[in-house]
């Protein structure tokens, strides 16, 4: 069977100890059976890794940041089309989805495909949401609220125990054990990423995370349970295993269906000593482990992209369990004149 | 009856995985054997005697080693939450 030639734009390209979802988005495509992918990177830094895997990316234009707004963001995305024809877009940050979904219509009219949830189902489920999201929904979330200032904080903390979780609003959490360290972190992640900050009561258990894709019309195409084996000082998961566990999967078709999920999204679970389930977050992207989805028998990327495409498709009914991903780091000797042409003409 | 969980696989060099929590452990031979003895539905006299027929080691040694292997089982939750000896 000839494959379906597409030409596929994304971003997340910083594969690094903090890795953005583009590169294990990218493997998954190009190991495609269905499909003959050619990758348009879109990359915000000079430095970002995917840039200058060739192998991989096909192409890689700089972009505006999504916080310099829609019209320089769009103005980038015409100009990469007119050169490229970009068939599907696939935002991999959080930060940049908002602006996506509301070009969408914009970036449909251009010719360009995007497979994402609504805004609503983007809204609703923030972690400022969570408490209303998990009444909606009927799933077991942390208490949590949201501050604006450590004096919003004061007139709360009665609410809370200690330890509590600091959040930022897309990204970062830090464990406070006291006032003082909430201070700390409230200003750290403020600095960083901006307000608001959720307070999140801390439950105590191990951390699962399911990787899972919907429709759009409530049916779930596939999803992986995992947990992860190695946890670097940042948080992040150097280390997974796939797990079988139909409470988790239960769960993941549970919140697709009713919210009738359009598009990627991770679920971050707490599973505590009792075995009940609390939701702690929903990503409404793919995450950057998904690859051990693909590895385990089910190519969400390939799956995504065909969705966006406006093709059918029947939900994936296994995976293997016990597959394993192991992360490492490698030094990528790269070209001067290359760094020099991105850096100089934003296109490489 | 003791139960092994449903979600534990063990290989013959004595690895044994969780496929519900992703935990692996290493048994060493005489645990590796005694797993599978209660894998098996073996209950405590039945694995006595098993192993009396195979080892040098008096009842009452066995037994506290036994149930010391158990709790240690029972921490690492590898048993079903409703399985009595």
């Known amino acids: 069977m000839e494959k379906i030639k597409v030409n596929v734009a994304l971003s997340g390209l910083n594969n690094i100890d903090n890795p953005g979802p583009g590169i294990p988005v990218i493997r ?16 915000y830094e000079n430095l970002e890794p995917g840039i200058y895997m060739h192998d991989l990316v096909d192409k890689t234009y700089k972009v505006p940041y999504p916080s310099d707004g829609f019209e320089p963001f769009l ?124 307070i999140q009561e801390f439950v105590r258990g191990t951390e699962v995370n399911v990787v899972a894709l919907g429709d ?26 796939t797990l079988q566990d139909q409470t988790m999967m239960d769960l993941t078709q549970k919140i697709i269906s009713q919210t009738q999920w359009r598009g990627g999204m991770e679920l971050e679970l707490i599973r505590t000593s009792k075995n009940e ?67 100089t003409r934003g296109e490489v | 009856m003791l139960k092994i969980k449903s979600t534990i696989a063990i290989s013959d060099s004595g690895f044994v995985f969780d496929a519900g929590t992703g935990d692996s452990f290493s048994l060493n031979n005489t645990g590796l054997e005694i797993v599978r003895l209660i894998k098996e539905g073996k209950d405590f006299p039945e694995i006595i005697q098993k192993v009396s027929e195979k080892y040098e080691v008096d009842e009452e040694s066995f037994e506290r080693y036994y149930y010391d292997f158990v709790a240690t089982l029972n921490q690492l939750n590898l048993i079903e939450k409703d399985g009595e000896d």
């Open chain 1, 216 to 241: 759009g019309k409530g049916n779930t195409i596939g999803a992986v349970p995992m947990r992860k084996t190695y946890i670097t000082d940042k948080g992040k998961g150097w280390g997974g295993i």
């Open chain 1, 75 to 198: 103005d980038r995305i015409r100009y990469i089309h007119e050169q490229e024809n970009i068939q599907v877009l696939i935002p991999n940050f959080d930060s940049e989805l908002f602006t996506v979904m509301k070009s969408e219509k914009i970036l449909q009219d251009m010719g360009i495909r995007t497979f994402l949830p609504t805004l609503k189902q983007f809204e609703e489920r923030h972690k400022s949401n969570l408490p209303e999201y998990g009444e909606k929904y009927g799933v077991k979330v942390p208490y949590s609220e949201t501050i604006t200032s450590l004096s919003d904080w004061r007139r709360i903390e009665s609410k809370f125990e200690y330890p509590v979780v600091v959040k930022g609003k897309f990204y970062d959490a830090h464990i406070a054990y006291d006032r003082d360290q909430v201070s700390i972190f409230f200003n750290k992640i403020a600095a960083k990423w901006g307000l608001p900050i959720v």
């Open chain 1, 277 to 343: 389930l609390f939701m702690i977050e929903i990503n409404p992207r793919l995450p950057a482990w998904v690859y051990l989805a693909v590895a385990a028998g089910q190519n969400l990327p390939e799956a995504l992209v065909l969705l966006a495409l406006g093709k059918e498709l029947k939900p994936f009914s296994q995976y293997e369990v016990g597959k394993m991903f192991i992360r490492y780091s490698y030094d990528m000797i790269c070209d001067m004149k290359e760094f020099e042409e991105f850096s």
């Open chain 1, 28 to 43: 998954g495509l190009k190991e495609s059976k269905i499909l003959d992918v050619r990758v348009i990177g879109l990359s």
